[in-house]
Structures are given as C-alpha cells and as structure tokens.
C-alpha cells in the first residue's frame, strides 16, 4: 500500500488489530503558508534580479511557484493522488487571488482619489457657473440624473421582464416561447451604444422629441430588461412542483397559484436579480452620452430638457484634462460605487425580510 506505514508487519491472513496502525503521511497545515510566504520571497527576488519593475510580474512568478512547489512537496510526502488534489486547491486559490486583487486595488484608488472631494458641498451643488479648470462645484445635478433615468427604466423594465419570466416558466410552450427565449437570450448580448442608437433613431430622429432623461431611460430598459427576464426565470424554475401541485389540488385558479404561491416563494430572488439589474444599468454610459446630452445644472424634470448623470458626468470632467475635474470626476465615481453597493445591501435586506414571510 503506497504511502502507508505500520508500527510492525500484519500476520499474513489477520486483520488489523489494536496493536497496528494504519498511518497516511501528511503535509503539516502551516506548509501552505509557509510555502506561499517563500514563493513571494523569491518571485520578489526573481522579479528584483530580472529588472521587472511590474508588480504584476512579481505576483505571477510567486504564485506558478506556489503551484508547482505545492504539487512536488505533496507528490514526495502525501502521494500523487493527494498531491493532484492540492494542485486544484492551489490553483483555485491563485485563481481567487489573481480576481480579488486587480478589484481591491480598483476600490483602494477610487476611495483614495474621490474622497479628496467627497464632502456635503460637493454631493448638494451642481456645476452652474463653475469652470472646469477651477475647483469646487458637485454632483448634485448628476445623482438627481441618475436616481430618475435609473428608476423610470426599472418602472419599465421590471414589470414587463417579471411577467416575460412568468409566461415562459409557467405558460410558455411552443413556437411563440421558442421565439421570446430567443430574442431574449440575443437582447442579452445587445451593446449598450446600439440601444441608444436605436431610442435616438427612433425617439428623437423619427418622432422629433427632444433629449433628455427619459430618452436614455428607455435606452436602460432596454439593457435592463433581459437580465430581469433571465433572473426571475431562474428563480421561478426553483420553485418545487409541489407548491403548485398542491395549490391546484385544492381548487385554486393558476393565475392565483403564480400570485399566492409562486411569486412569494421566489419573491427574494427575483428582488435580487432586479437589483442586481438596476447596479448593471447605474453605470452604462454610452446611451446617457448619445440621449440626455449633458447639463452643467439642476434639471429635475426627466421628460423635458438635457440632463446629465453620474457616468456622463465622470465621462466629461475626465475629458476636460485638468486637475480640478480629475478629482472631481474620481468622486463622482467614488458616489457611484456607493449607489450600487447601496443597492446591493438593499436587494439582500429584501430577500432575508421576505423570505420568512415566504415560507409561512
């Protein structure tokens, strides 16, 4: 037996007893650490001794010397079997280590830089009567953007994209299902610029209204829509037959079912999804640039005039090129990571609030 020791030889024909032991050797549980402590050490060094001045570089070197180390010490000590297992370990965590840090960097720079501006004055003043190469001004006018271009797309792309989902798991059979799955599945894929091509084609240039916020929150929607679908059909297919089963049994109308039954159980998933849709659509900017045009002030209608947003808002003081609208552009920024993270922790208070509820 490879890899296993006895205290003293087994009598040909018995069965272990007390006296033997069956002992696989195993690799201490600080090997790891220790063996990644060392695989930085020297990717650094290599990295130092090569002239590679990326840290990139460094963090690829010590991390494929992880892997392998941790392959060849396992094979010596534990076997190859448990050495292939540890292969997969490590490279899920090298894996895992190569995804969080290029996002915890991005969020460390972004604190850093945007909260130089972050302040009451900067989130309650708009830029009227600000140059860009000066300091000061806010993003008032961009938020109050957002807030009504972001929720006008969910008033109109929740509803249809929740009862899309309802028709294709509960009722969708046949050519017509085969035909929305499919449009749905290519509306997936759509680039946000040519959903704001077709709303200027069609609203502006066609029918001769104006820009403004609700022009790029139809565009939203339409981005929106099929993630709303593609969600809440998944969490309506998790939903156990039986539920239905049972409620039909009883005399209950479908339609009633699906209200009653079905849609509270899923009610916490189908939130997240919508929320989770409403972060996806907060940040686009190609349709806001192509359809609310911009505005330096304080437009709180959505249905008449050029309003901006706070990606069309970081887009232009980043093009301005200049100190002051870099850090404002940094803070704008730092307000929308905040605005989807807002939006996360909302969307998780609703599942665990109505999942009890649910289950009642």
């Given at each position: 037996?490879s890899?296993?020791t006895m205290?003293?030889p087994?009598?040909?024909g018995?069965?272990?007893?007390?006296?033997y032991?069956?002992?696989q050797?195993r690799?201490?549980r600080?090997?790891?650490a220790?063996l990644a402590?060392?695989?930085?050490?020297v990717?650094i060094g290599?990295?130092?001794?090569?002239g590679l001045?990326?840290?990139i570089?460094?963090?690829?070197?010590?991390g494929?010397?992880?892997?392998?180390?941790?392959?060849?010490l396992a094979?010596r000590v534990?076997?190859?079997?448990?050495a292939?297992d540890?292969?997969?370990?490590?490279?899920?965590?090298?894996c895992f280590?190569?995804?969080?840090v290029?996002?915890v960097?991005?969020?460390w720079?972004?604190?850093?830089?945007?909260?130089?501006v972050?302040?009451?004055?900067f989130l309650?003043?708009?830029?009227a009567?600000v140059l860009t190469i000066q300091p000061?001004?806010?993003?008032y006018h961009?938020?109050?953007?957002?807030?009504e271009?972001?929720?006008?797309?969910t008033?109109i792309?929740?509803p249809i994209?929740?009862l899309?989902?309802?028709?294709?798991v509960?009722?969708?059979?046949g050519r017509l299902?085969?035909?929305v799955?499919f449009?749905v599945?290519?509306m997936?894929?759509?680039?946000?610029?040519?959903a704001?091509l077709?709303?200027?084609?069609f609203?502006i240039?066609?029918?001769?209204f104006?820009y403004?916020?609700f022009a790029g929150?139809?565009?939203?929607?339409?981005?929106?829509?099929?993630v709303?679908?593609?969600?809440?059909?998944?969490m309506?297919k998790l939903?156990?037959n039986?539920?239905?089963?049972?409620s039909l049994?009883?005399g209950?109308p479908?339609?009633?079912?699906?209200?009653?039954v079905?849609l509270?159980?899923?009610i916490?998933?189908?939130?997240?999804g919508v929320m989770l849709?409403?972060a996806?659509i907060?940040?686009?900017?190609?349709?806001?640039?192509?359809?609310?045009f911009?505005s330096q002030?304080?437009n709180?209608?959505?249905?008449?005039?050029?309003?901006?947003?706070?990606?069309y808002?970081i887009?232009?003081q980043?093009?301005?090129?200049?100190?002051?609208s870099?850090?404002r552009?940094?803070?704008?920024?730092?307000?929308?990571?905040?605005?989807?993270m807002?939006?996360?922790?909302?969307?998780?208070?609703?599942?665990?609030?109505k999942?009890p509820k649910a289950?009642?």
């Amino acid at each position: 037996m490879s890899g296993v020791t006895m205290d003293r030889p087994l009598p040909a024909g018995d069965a272990p007893g007390p006296g033997y032991t069956l002992r696989q050797p195993r690799l201490p549980r600080w090997t790891p650490a220790a063996l990644a402590a060392a695989a930085a050490a020297v990717g650094i060094g290599i990295g130092v001794g090569a002239g590679l001045s990326s840290h990139i570089q460094w963090g690829l070197i010590a991390g494929l010397l992880f892997v392998v180390g941790m392959y060849a010490l396992a094979a010596r000590v534990e076997g190859r079997r448990q050495a292939k297992d540890r292969l997969a370990t490590s490279l899920v965590w090298v894996c895992f280590l190569l995804a969080v840090v290029p996002l915890v960097s991005l969020v460390w720079e972004t604190v850093s830089r945007g909260s130089k501006v972050l302040d009451g004055t900067f989130l309650s003043h708009s830029m009227a009567g600000v140059l860009t190469i000066q300091p000061g001004g806010g993003v008032y006018h961009a938020i109050i953007g957002t807030l009504e271009q972001v929720g006008i797309a969910t008033a109109i792309a929740a509803p249809i994209g929740l009862l899309t989902a309802v028709y294709l798991v509960e009722y969708g059979r046949g050519r017509l299902a085969k035909a929305v799955t499919f449009f749905v599945d290519v509306m997936t894929g759509i680039p946000s610029i040519v959903a704001g091509l077709f709303i200027l084609s069609f609203w502006i240039l066609m029918l001769d209204f104006g820009y403004s916020g609700f022009a790029g929150a139809m565009a939203l929607s339409i981005l929106m829509m099929p993630v709303v679908v593609r969600s809440t059909e998944e969490m309506l297919k998790l939903v156990p037959n039986e539920l239905r089963e049972a409620s039909l049994a009883l005399g209950v109308p479908k339609w009633r079912t699906i209200l009653k039954v079905v849609l509270p159980t899923a009610i916490g998933g189908i939130a997240t999804g919508v929320m989770l849709s409403v972060a996806r659509i907060a940040g686009e900017s190609a349709p806001v640039v192509l359809l609310v045009f911009g505005s330096q002030v304080i437009n709180n209608d959505p249905f008449d005039g050029a309003q901006s947003s706070l990606p069309y808002y970081i887009y232009e003081q980043w093009a301005a090129g200049n100190a002051a609208s870099y850090d404002r552009a940094w803070g704008a920024a730092l307000v929308l990571i905040a605005f989807v993270m807002i939006l996360n922790l909302v969307a998780r208070g609703i599942a665990r609030w109505k999942a009890p509820k649910a289950g009642r």
